[in-house]
């Protein structure tokens, strides 16, 4: 709805875009007389007056006005009741949008040589919250896990499972980890067995011999626990793609053709391409590296997709600049890559090769047991505590690790995202269960059709539905910017100002007129939180 009052606004001004803002003193302002003001060595305000006196309100705006210089707008009457009547009308496709195109969205993509670890975490919940984002923006979504079996980690498990068996009390993943880290104490201590490293590399690129079979049966079982750890966190991939298939389906040959047929291999046993340092393609043993493996997969996603996001670590920065920087050279689309930083960690490193990490296993649990403990003297059965425990604690870990923008570091403290007074998920949930509540009475109490009446409008009421206005272009943002950070902030403005309204009006003592008037904006709150919680991948409860 926002949108279409901005573009009232435009129409009404007949000035470029970058010129009107939004401001805590209106609902859009315009700064061109400044400009203006510049160029001519004028005063603004002077300016700004003889702008607004030949204007005439449109479509949405109800008034204008000049304060020093700036040329003020805010909406009508009009816009506050149908965008509280499109809220509630549409429920909960509010805030769809009509973009088009097949979008692919790789994350996660971690090493199957063992359990996912918090620093994944962050790359999941950012991902998968992109993805439902792009969905509800209209685009057709695919998500890829990027299967890496191919490289030397993976060799080391499969020797360890060769050497040691997988522990099948465990669980896969913890399985995996575990031979993973005896296979690389073992090597240490004998080195010899690294040419059986070697070998199963080379055998396995080669599709030769047991390694097949062996890689395949240690990569699935860590997929297994992997697999149900995302379930935990209700994140789900549409496809795992393995690395290997681009082997098999020729893609690899066709990249290293293409490389080839433009001069931009160069051979000095190994085969590399040199940007500012040479990029290795090949060793001298005929196997290839991960960046060539990835080369061809992405001329395979550019045959299918129009638009390409990549969910990376920051410590993947420079492998990304040499991705796209070859991609460049031979005219292939590159991807949009989202580089977050990592979690930091009290307990020191997640060196997954010497076990020094903590499991987002460990995480999810810590954090559920201390929802459970919250929630244990309410009022619900022990099903119901379990269920609210459940979806507390994802709700506090998924919201904490996208409410920070993908470049800046964070810290989960999992005592604090659990504070229902903070600005946290259990907040934003507790705000929605309050919307439920309320309603819940209204009908009990023979509740009125609801009915919105913008000339009782309070200043607090006028100001949450033009935030509740916002919720399409907050997505639209996201679209462009890649920040799902951006969904969060708002469902937190939105629960500011809904509990600041709350706090200061009766809803269900009002007479008649004020009560169905107050209970369309409780509904539409509700609304707006529940779907973007949803883009969070955050259930919406309705009992705390």
């Not at 090949?282 to 196997?287: M, P, S």
């Not at 946290?424 to 269960?433: C, D, K, L, R």
């Not at 969904?487 to 169905?516: K, P, Q, T, W």
Request: proline fraction near 3%; include cysteine; aromatic fraction near 10%.
């Amino acid at each position: 709805m926002f949108q279409l009052f901005r573009k009232d606004v435009l129409k009404c001004l007949r000035v470029d875009e970058r010129f009107v803002k939004e401001s805590d003193h209106a609902d859009l302002t315009c700064t061109i007389a400044f400009k203006i003001a510049k160029e001519e060595k004028r005063n603004p305000l002077d300016i700004a007056r003889e702008l607004a006196e030949r204007l005439e309100p449109v479509g949405y705006i109800g008034k204008i006005e000049v304060v020093n210089g700036y040329i003020n707008f805010f909406a009508s009457e009009e816009f506050l009741e149908d965008t509280i009547n499109t809220i509630i009308d549409t429920d909960e496709n509010y805030g769809n949008l009509r973009f088009e195109g097949k979008i692919l969205i790789e994350h996660t993509s971690a090493n199957p040589d063992g359990p996912l670890h918090i620093g994944h975490m962050r790359n999941s919940i950012i991902g998968d919250s992109l993805a439902r984002i792009f969905r509800k923006a209209g685009f057709d979504v695919t998500t890829h896990y990027y299967v890496n079996d191919m490289g030397r980690q993976i060799a080391i498990a499969v020797l360890g499972y060769r050497l040691f068996g997988l522990d099948n009390a465990k669980k896969p993943d913890h399985a995996v980890v575990d031979v993973y880290i005896k296979a690389n104490e073992e090597i240490e201590k004998n080195p010899e067995l690294e040419k059986e490293v070697e070998k199963l590399m080379l055998d396995y690129e080669n599709f030769e011999g047991d390694a097949v079979r062996d890689f395949k049966f240690v990569v699935e079982r860590a997929l297994e626990g992997i697999k149900q750890t995302l379930r935990s966190l209700n994140v789900n991939h549409d496809e795992y793609v393995w690395e290997s298939e681009f082997l098999r389906n020729g893609y690899v040959d066709r990249v290293l053709s293409i490389l080839e047929g433009r001069g931009l291999i160069e051979r000095d046993g190994a085969w590399f391409v040199k940007l500012e340092k040479p990029v290795i393609l090949r060793r001298e043993n005929g196997t290839t590296l991960y960046i060539t493996r990835d080369l061809a997969y992405h001329l395979w996603k550019g045959e299918r997709f129009e638009r390409f996001i990549n969910i990376l670590g920051s410590d993947h920065k420079l492998y990304g600049r040499q991705l796209s920087e070859i991609l460049d050279l031979i005219n292939l689309r590159k991807p949009e890559i989202v580089f977050f930083e990592f979690v930091s960690l009290p307990e020191g490193s997640m060196s997954t090769r010497r076990g020094k990490f903590v499991s987002a296993d460990d995480l999810i649990s810590k954090v559920y047991e201390e929802a459970r403990r919250i929630v244990e003297d309410r009022d619900l059965s022990e099903d119901e505590k379990d269920r609210i425990a459940k979806s507390v604690a994802v709700g506090a870990i998924r919201f904490d690790f996208v409410k920070v923008a993908p470049e800046k570091p964070m810290i989960f403290d999992w005592s604090k995202a659990l504070d229902f007074e903070r600005q946290t998920s259990s907040y934003i949930q507790y705000s929605h269960a309050r919307c439920c509540s309320i309603l819940r009475k209204a009908v009990k109490s023979g509740m009125p059709e609801l009915e919105f009446r913008p000339e009782i409008c309070t200043d607090i009421e006028r100001r949450l539905v033009i935030l509740l206005s916002k919720f399409p272009c907050v997505i639209e943002r996201v679209i462009d910017e890649l920040k799902p950070s951006y969904i969060a902030e708002y469902l937190l403005s939105v629960s500011n100002v809904f509990n600041e309204f709350y706090r200061g009006h009766r809803v269900l003592g009002e007479d008649s007129e004020v009560r169905m008037h107050r209970l369309a904006i409780v509904d539409a709150v509700r609304i707006v939180l529940r779907n973007g919680l949803d883009l969070l991948g955050i259930e919406a409860l309705e009992r705390m």
